[in-house]
């Protein structure tokens, strides 16, 4: 079928749909939804059989879905409208939830059902949850409803709420007088629904010394405790703030912002601050401490029959200057450690994004910054090609792109969960990249789909890069089951007798390859390229890396979407 996909932004649900529906024979194109005109345009030139709009947050015009069949994504259980449900549904604690597709008509999330998929709340924060549970219920309901669709004879469900199996209900915007925090009088239960129930967007409005901040991310603190509301802690940029029983970290931080005054954007919690900030101490735990307490830290590492587990998870996927240089240490550090299989990777949600955009717009110099920020990522990716004495494994929970992609596939082995969206490509952002990828992607599959998958700058999903070799294993089902698979997979590694022969062969191999070009020379050659494209300011980095953080609108649909 001809698959028109109307979006507000081609985010990470929309494209996992893109890659699903293409994966089984589907024509698809996108359409970003800016207006009713380049709607009505983009039906008239595609010709859909079918509209899905998987993240809409505008009504679609009445001519459109009275003429087509168009079906909306809500994450939500039957009966469920509104604008907030997710943010709704943490908030309140609800245990499960689910995602429903539902038609189009005059009275939003008011339409006949066409699949409903119901799933378990995980406790965190909702762009987590978003990515990861929501999707894969998402990604159900949507092919269950293309299904019927295309068969012809699925009659739709009409919303009832007299039926037992609606169990949802209209709800309004969820405003910041129902996030905010008492912290004289919630528990850090509650304190943390509210938390997880904005993050990332729109954030909680608060007040820190004299000053409103939105306060973005939630984790619970097992030991730390203070006078309720105060700033008792700082790790790795997250300042940790007491509640009645407890306390809590928050990662980010992002300024009110004053009438008239520029625009603001997420940080570091501890560098949105500033001096605000005061003596607040700085209270690290080592990433061995973290696996085995409850408590913030991106980085966290473990052994288990003979492999080395060393697990980050940086907020957004994105990785700073400081963020790059403590994983490095970290890595340096498991690479001691007696084992023969080293798996990096995040237990779930991202595994990378690459350079951290916000912290390199808000520093001093936005070009050094970058310079800085991408030779961070080189090093570490230099250390994982580099180490010969150890079999590496990255194991991708989540969405991969950009740096973060080619961070991936500097390992030995690439492990995939089914569901995970890759974007091997630096194009949108206007730049040439780094990372070693000229070395190491076509390696892996050939310089002709390299060039393809840098150029044509649209996402991969797991079949795909299988087939095309970008990665080595792709296995379905939830965040769980995929660690769980992960685990035992690489313990059958560190357990096989032909492991040492598989090693002997990676430092031939590296060798070999380091005689024919040195990793020194492909290093160079792209930050020969990247170094104009930071430097210069006539590049379209700098105004496409100002556009995302500030997350500027695009006027129209870029044309390497529409198919």
Partial sequence: MRILLVASAFNSLTQRVHTELRERGHTVAVELALGDEPVRAAVARFGPDLILAPMLTRAVPEDVWSRHTVLIVHPGPKGDRGPSSLDWAIHEGAEEWGVTVLQAVAEMDAGPIWASVPFALQPCGKSE???????????????????????????????????????????????????????????????????????????????????????????????????????????????????????????????????????????????????????????????????????????????????????????????????????????????ARPTAVLVLGPSRDFFSNGIHLNTIEAAADPAEESWLNINAMDDLVEAILTTTDKLTVSALAGNAAAGGLMLAIAADEVWCRASAVLNPHYRLMGLYGSEYWTYTLPRRVGAEAAERLTTAALPVGGAEAARLGLVDAVRPGGPAEFRSWVHARAAELAGSPELADRLLEKKRRRAADEDAKPLAAYREEELTHMRRNFLDPEEPYHRLRRDFVHKVCPTATPEHLRG
């Avoid at 919630?186 to 409005?205: C, E, F, I, M, N």
């Avoid at 409850?294 to 966290?300: D, G, N, Y």
């Fill in 129 to 335: 949850s978003y990515r990861n549970e929501v999707a894969d219920a998402a990604l159900e309901a949507v092919l269950l409803a293309v299904e019927r669709f295309a068969g012809g004879w699925f009659e739709p469900e009409p919303l009832d709420y007299t039926r037992w199996d609606v169990q949802g209900r209209l709800r309004p915007y969820h405003k910041q007088d129902v996030r905010r925090i008492d912290w004289a009088a919630d528990d850090t239960a509650t304190v943390l629904r509210k938390l997880r129930s904005g993050d990332s967007q729109p954030g909680v409005l608060d007040e820190i010394h004299g000053r409103e901040f939105f306060l973005h991310g939630g984790h619970p603190e097992d030991r730390l405790r203070g006078e309720s509301g105060a700033l008792i802690a700082t790790r790795e940029g997250a300042i940790c703030r007491a509640t009645v029983d407890g306390a809590v970290w928050i990662p980010q931080l992002r300024p009110r912002r004053t009438p008239g005054g520029p625009a603001t954007f997420k940080l570091p919690a501890t560098r949105a601050l500033g001096e605000l900030l005061g003596p607040v101490p700085e209270i690290p735990v080592g990433p061995a401490e973290a696996t085995v307490r409850t408590t913030w830290s991106e980085i966290r590492y473990r052994e288990d029959a003979g492999v080395g587990h060393l697990e980050f998870a940086f907020p957004g996927g994105a990785m700073s200057t400081a963020q790059c240089r403590r994983l490095l240490a970290a890595y340096r550090a498991a690479c």
